[in-house]
């Protein structure tokens, strides 16, 4: 079944190619994740934090310089105001909250929505609505599917990048594209499955009140609701069930 490509991996593969998991001590993680964390300050603005000069230390700006040495950071001068500094995440940034991190804010998923890492493996197989409703529950399932696609593609170039054999390197490319699509199957089916009617039952916090339990369970049907509506989800769900029912039936098939 590896022969049904899923996503085209090519503008992920070129948007981490340089990717090496940088050593950042204190200072560099946590400038790097006020700029992760940054809500929008004005739609004219944009959605960057912002460093005035004349208030901002050489020591910021010094962390600053590293980030961005490590390509981790891009800085756009402002247009609007004098000496303003405006600083994002680049995709290799992203790559590296994503891979290293355990906690970010569904807005940090929409804010670099269109960034090539998030659009090959997560919003390729979500509407960006469903991401920006999704439930704790389902967040926490997200999250740990992007950590694993994103450190197991890490250690795949690490290992790339320490051959010098040509053939060698393509096979593990390759691997690695197949990983990523088995990554996300696995993902398909168990979002399948937690959201049957007993499952979503069965994590039902108790209450002795019962208000909790039955505001859960609206919170979790309406996610299932939203789901059944997105049209890329569905897609891919009908994909991957094609793709078991076609190892159903052969794998029965096998023992008569």
């Known amino acids: 079944m590896e022969g049904n490509k899923l996503v085209d991996y090519t503008d992920y593969f070129s948007a981490i190619s ?16 006020r700029i992760m964390n940054e809500v ?3 739609s004219q603005l944009g959605s960057y934090l912002k ?14 310089t590293r980030l961005i040495n490590h390509g981790l950071i891009d800085e756009r001068k402002s247009r609007l ?16 909250v994503l891979s290293e991190t355990t906690s970010y804010s569904p807005v940090f998923l929409k804010k670099y929505s269109k ?3 998030l659009q090959s493996i997560l919003y390729s197989y979500f509407e960006e609505d469903t991401i920006s409703s999704v439930t704790g529950r389902l967040y926490s399932i997200l ?14 170039l690490e290992d790339i990048r320490s051959s010098h054999k040509t053939d060698y390197k393509d096979e593990m490319a390759k691997n690695l594209e197949l990983e990523l699509q088995w990554n996300a199957k696995s993902l398909a089916f168990k979002i399948t499955i937690m959201y049957t009617e007993s499952n979503i039952h069965a994590s039902n916090p108790k209450s002795d009140g019962g208000d909790a339990s039955v505001t859960y369970y609206e919170l979790e049907h309406r996610m299932k609701e939203i789901l059944s509506n997105d049209k890329k989800f569905m897609s891919f769900l009908n994909k991957v069930r094609e793709e078991f029912d076609e190892g159903f039936r052969e794998i029965g098939e096998a023992g008569q």
């Open 51 to 64: 460093f005035r000069d004349k208030d901002n230390s050489i020591e910021i700006q010094s962390i600053a």
């Open 81 to 96: 105001l004098r000496g303003l500094r405006k600083y994002k995440l680049s995709s290799l940034g992203i790559f590296y």
């Open 143 to 156: 999250t740990d599917y992007l950590r694993q696609s994103c450190k197991r593609t890490a250690a795949i």
């Open 18 to 33: 340089n990717y090496g998991k940088p050593t950042l001590n204190e200072q560099d993680k946590g400038l790097l994740f």
């Open 115 to 117: 960034d090539a890492i």
């Open 40 to 42: 929008d300050i004005s």
